[in-house]
């Protein structure tokens, strides 16, 4: 099992910035991917970006050239630097950890608000 931890999220005007925070606890060696994830109101939960073991970065479009994940593998931790937020950033973001195969499994964060206001 996987325990994660999230921080960093909260109220910011259009244009700031946040950064987000994630730490694993548990059976941490056995993560491979790490991500953020956010889910907005009404809105179906969606890929933020993630980063695998090897550094290798994916990132949702809309976020491209705004957001950068980092990952922290002697802390178990993966980061979520936000910069030049607008108020369609707003949602409760969500740490997601997934483990090598064959298990592939899934683990959640409890989730943190981000507000963004114009």
């Known amino acids: 099992q996987v325990q994660l931890v999230e921080s960093g999220g909260g109220l910011v005007q259009a244009g700031g910035s946040l950064r987000l925070s994630c730490a694993a606890s548990?059976?941490?060696?056995?993560?491979?991917?790490m991500g953020w994830y956010r889910q907005a109101p009404g809105k179906q939960r969606e890929l933020v970006a993630v980063i695998t073991h090897g550094d290798n970065t994916r990132y949702a479009d809309s976020v491209k050239g705004r957001f950068t994940i980092s990952r922290d593998n002697a802390e178990t931790a993966v980061y979520l630097q936000m910069n030049g937020l607008t108020p369609e950033d707003t949602a409760v973001y969500y740490c997601?950890?997934?483990?090598?195969?064959?298990?592939?499994?899934?683990?959640w964060g409890q989730g943190t608000q981000v507000t963004v206001s114009s």
């Open positions: 997601n950890v997934v483990s090598y195969p064959p298990s592939r499994r899934n683990y």
């Open positions: 548990g059976a941490t060696f056995s993560i491979d991917v």
